[in-house]
């Protein structure tokens, strides 16, 4: 029904930048927001960012406020999360996901996303 493929993940020094992106198919792709989550080795998942369908409201957890922006491109049915000034403890698998009946006004625990990406290998390191 809705299908999310990530990309943009790899290897990269602290204080570096990535930008991932999460691709999505299927119907329809507009009405649902997104959220980026990750997963450390031997940790459970977390909610880093949340975009509402309209673009229009937008939540990052603490550890990464003001580092990372997460955007979309409704035409391109693409989620962008642009990561800068990373840190050894932002190394994760980071999936996006979709959910149709969240606002994003407050970010959400990840068990509330329907559909899932493959995820996407973040490394920082030097």
């Known amino acids: 029904q809705l299908s999310n493929v990530e990309s943009g993940g790899g290897l990269v020094q602290p204080g570096g930048s990535l930008r991932l992106s999460c691709a999505g198919s299927?119907?329809?792709?507009?009405?649902?927001?997104i959220g980026w989550i990750r997963q450390a080795p031997g940790k459970g998942r977390e909610a880093v960012s949340c975009i509402s369908s309209s673009g229009s409201v937008t939540n990052y957890a603490d550890s990464v406020k003001g580092r990372f922006t997460i955007s979309k491109n409704n035409a391109e049915k693409t989620v962008y999360l642009q990561m800068n000034d990373l840190k050894p403890e932002d190394t994760a698998v980071y999936y996006c996901?979709?959910?149709?009946?969240?606002?994003?006004?407050?970010?959400?625990?990840?068990?509330?996303?329907?559909?899932w990406g493959q995820g996407t290998q973040v490394t920082v390191s030097s």
């Open positions: 299927g119907s329809p792709w507009d009405y649902y927001a």
């Open positions: 996901a979709a959910e149709s009946l969240w606002n994003c006004e407050e970010l959400p625990e990840p068990s509330i996303y329907d559909y």
